[in-house]
């Protein structure tokens, strides 16, 4: 071991000494110096085996010795002129093999013999330390791989994903056997002269399983996956990210068929000459290298690159043109069928008590994407194993249910008797003024539990999935959040930070009423939701497509919506004062009331004892 690292350190010696020559050698100007016509002739010649032009310096490695000499340099007098003249003939020498690998470094105006030779020392040094440091701790050194793309290659182990792994997303599946059709037999396609698309954009919501569908196309037609994140070619580095896509395209044409999965594309493919401030450059070389490689490649070279975003929106135009990835496939959350589908294929491996009834569990899990599913099952089993049952019931499922959406119950946080009775308020106050609101979806339980980051929480159970909101459904929400905040005030006489989350969430909606849906009169039928994103240091912001005035006026709406919403609210729990006491006092002995409870309470009827009750009781299914 000892003597091992000896040997490490020597070698690190020995290549760092290699390396000073060699920048001596290059820096130092005279050795090996060609005229530029030489250099052109060189070209001409398929002589270069690989180049790097540093500032005004070529480095040139040759395939066959020039007077001597298998590297040779010399100054160019436009190295951005050479750049554009050589383009073509560099692309076409690459493409023949003749040419393996050249690099074109940002260079300074100044002459690099002056100050260049320090800072490489210093760098070096700097280096020497790091690679003995940090590249000892983990053990694939880093620095090896610095220009290369991290991917990660899919098919390789694990068992093969299909078309069968991923459920209730049949559309798109549909949409994509063409790609999977054309990888299994190109030639059927290029003979007929069809044209299939090189990229096709996912666009959904995170965990909707793009990345699923992007790996069962490479396992149905049997081709290798190569994948990779956008943020993966963001580095500090300039030029790093553009050599990562070339390095990514190169290594899919070596293994070719294959599937490239650019995840999260849009970190790098937003759109260009958006920002503000520097630090731009490095993301529009990496882009512009994709739009490059993706003209680039042919038909013929059984590559077909998926990309997944979920803000399709602010994707640079360019990037959607023909030929590039001008197919878009719209991955949505899956509905109650489509859940129901997801449920069975993640419940295939585990053993499901058999009470349990997924149709019921898909109903009840509203706007949960796939990843939540499959979590959600994973949760029931770990409950299960846990208490050692050798299966999963619904029971199960009803906490891991409660756990996705609210976090898990915290009964050993330490509560104080004044924070309980506040709590009891709070949620008595949702509770109620949820009760008198005709659209709102009904109490399903009331918790001063604490889960997550809540203190208590009033369960509702969705009606059905919908995809609109009426503005009075929209309104009542407003109520319904406002509540806890309203019971506050009115019944301890002093108003607490609890209500911040759902003040947020009241404002938004308001804002989102006014602004957005244009369901206030005063404003009419415009949507003020601002014009184009601008890029502000690492995030995005939009820029106002509205006048200060009519800023003022949608403040001015917003609050006058939400005094209305606050008062109504009040409205109804100065009412029903007598059921909120008793609910509080309920709450306070008791911990948590029943939905049933709660209805019976509200019916003035006795609050009967407790049964089980889960988040799939007030399910219909109907059969
Ligand atoms: P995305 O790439 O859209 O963020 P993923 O493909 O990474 O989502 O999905 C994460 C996980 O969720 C998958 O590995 C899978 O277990 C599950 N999943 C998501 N959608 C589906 C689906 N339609 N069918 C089956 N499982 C799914
Ligand atoms: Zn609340």
Not at 124 to 134: D, G, M, N, Q, S
Not at 283 to 300: P, W
Request: include cysteine.
């Amino acid at each position: 071991m000892k003597n091992r690292k000896i040997i490490t350190i020597v070698l690190y010696v020995a290549i760092l000494l290699v390396a000073f020559s060699w920048i001596l050698g290059l820096f130092g100007g005279k050795v090996n110096e060609i005229p530029y016509s030489q250099v052109m002739t060189l070209f001409r010649q398929n002589q270069v085996k690989s180049f790097v032009v540093q500032g005004d310096v070529i480095v040139l490695k040759l395939h066959t010795p020039y007077e001597g000499k298998n590297e040779v340099s010399a100054l160019l007098a436009d190295p951005e002129g050479f750049r554009q003249d050589m383009q073509p003939t560099l692309e076409e020498q690459a493409k023949t093999g003749v040419l393996e690998s050249y690099d074109f470094i940002a260079g300074k105006e100044l002459s690099p013999y002056d100050f260049i030779l320090p800072i490489i020392l210093a760098g070096l040094a700097i280096l020497l330390v790091w690679v003995l440091v940090v590249g000892r701790a983990n053990q694939n050194n880093p620095m090896a791989n610095f220009g290369r793309a991290r991917t990660m290659l899919g098919q390789a182990k694990g068992k093969k994903i299909t078309f069968d792994d991923v459920a209730g997303v049949d559309e798109e599946k549909t949409e994509l056997q063409e790609v999977v059709d054309f990888l299994r037999n190109p030639k059927k396609f290029t003979d007929m002269g069809a044209k299939i698309p090189h990229g096709i954009l996912l666009a959904g919501a995170p965990g909707t399983g793009k990345t699923l569908l992007a790996k069962a196309v490479a396992g149905e037609a049997g081709v290798q996956f190569l994948s990779i994140s956008g943020s993966d070619f963001m580095e500090m580095y300039v030029g790093v990210g553009a050599s990562r896509v070339r390095d990514l395209f190169d290594q899919a044409k070596k293994i070719a068929p294959a599937i490239i999965f650019i995840d999260e594309i849009d970190a790098v493919g937003r759109k260009r000459g958006s920002g503000m401030g520097g630090g731009h450059d490095e993301r529009e070389q990496t882009l512009n290298q994709l739009l490059v490689e993706m003209d680039g490649f042919a038909k013929t070279d059984g590559v077909i690159v998926l990309a997944a975003t979920n803000r399709p929106d602010i994707l640079d135009p360019a990037l959607l043109r023909p030929g590039r990835f001008d197919r878009q496939i719209h991955v949505s959350a899956p509905d109650a069928k489509g859940r129901e589908e997801i449920l069975k294929v993640h419940a295939k491996d585990k053993r499901l008590d058999a009470s349990v009834s997924l149709k019921t569990v898909a109903l009840a899990t509203a706007g949960f994407t796939g990843a939540d599913l499959s979590n959600l099952l994973n949760e029931a089993a770990i409950k299960a194993v846990r208490e050692d049952r050798p299966v999963l019931t619904m029971d199960d499922l009803n906490e891991a249910m409660m756990k996705i959406m609210a976090g898990p119950e915290k009964r050993s946080r330490v509560r104080l008797q004044k924070d309980l009775k506040i709590t009891a308020v709070h949620e008595a106050g949702h509770a109620v003024a949820m009760y008198s609101l005709p659209t709102h979806d009904p109490v399903h339980q009331i918790s001063i539990i604490p889960r997550g980051y809540a203190l208590g929480l009033t369960w509702t159970t969705p009606k059905e999935d919908s995809n609109h909101l009426t503005r009075n459904e929209m309104y009542e929400r407003i109520v319904g959040l406002l509540g806890g905040r309203a019971a506050e005030e009115l019944f301890l006489k002093d108003i607490s930070t609890g209500a911040s989350n759902d003040i947020d969430r009241a404002s938004k909606l308001a804002r989102d009423m006014v602004a957005r849906y244009g369901m206030c009169e005063n404003l009419g039928t415009i949507s003020y939701t601002g014009g184009d994103e601008l890029f502000i240091g690492r995030d995005y912001e939009k820029v106002k497509g509205y006048s200060e005035k009519i800023a003022g006026t949608i403040d001015d709406e917003v609050k006058v919506l939400m005094d209305k919403a606050y008062d109504h609210c009040k409205q109804i729990l100065t009412r029903d004062a007598e059921k909120m006491k008793q609910i509080v006092s309920f709450l306070l002995e008791n911990e948590t009331m029943t939905g049933q409870q709660f209805a019976d309470c509200m019916a003035g009827k006795e609050i009967g004892q407790a049964e089980k009750s889960t988040l799939f009781d007030s399910v219909k299914t109907e059969e």
